[in-house]
């Protein structure tokens, strides 16, 4: 069966930065695009980045832009996560997801295929 399995979540200070990994099994990797969302307490669902098959081609939403980065190691079968400059509004769990879509994944939450636990994000002041 397919799972996504993340880690890298915890408690950083406002300003620091955390590494989100998300590793994948039971799925042909390569074929799908992925996504990161966050979903903070009491708020809707976010998107937050997402990637290519390839890795060729990225993007992040409005309110993490400059400061997330998204990449893809696909003989890891690994999505990570990469955010710095972390401020107390990215607290938050933390979601991956693939998209089996040829092209970029979507910013919407319904077209995904399959989704990993989450992890929480807690950035402090």
């Known amino acids: 069966q397919v799972m996504l399995v993340e880690s890298g979540g915890g408690l950083v200070q406002a300003g620091g930065s955390l590494r989100l990994s998300c590793i994948t099994s039971?799925?042909?990797?390569?074929?799908?695009?992925m996504g990161w969302f966050r979903q903070a307490s009491g708020k809707e669902r976010e998107f937050v980045a997402a990637?290519?098959?390839?890795?060729?081609?990225?993007y992040s939403g409005d309110s993490v832009k400059g400061r997330f980065t998204i990449s893809r190691d696909n003989a890891k079968n690994t999505v990570y996560l990469q955010m710095d400059s972390l401020k107390p509004e990215d607290t938050a769990v933390y979601y991956c997801a693939a998209d089996r879509v040829r092209g970029l994944a979507s910013n919407d939450f319904n077209e995904y295929d399959y989704w990993g636990q989450g992890t929480q994000v807690t950035v402090s002041s």
């Open positions: 039971g799925l042909t990797f390569s074929y799908y695009a």
């Open positions: 990637i290519n098959r390839s890795g060729s081609s990225t």
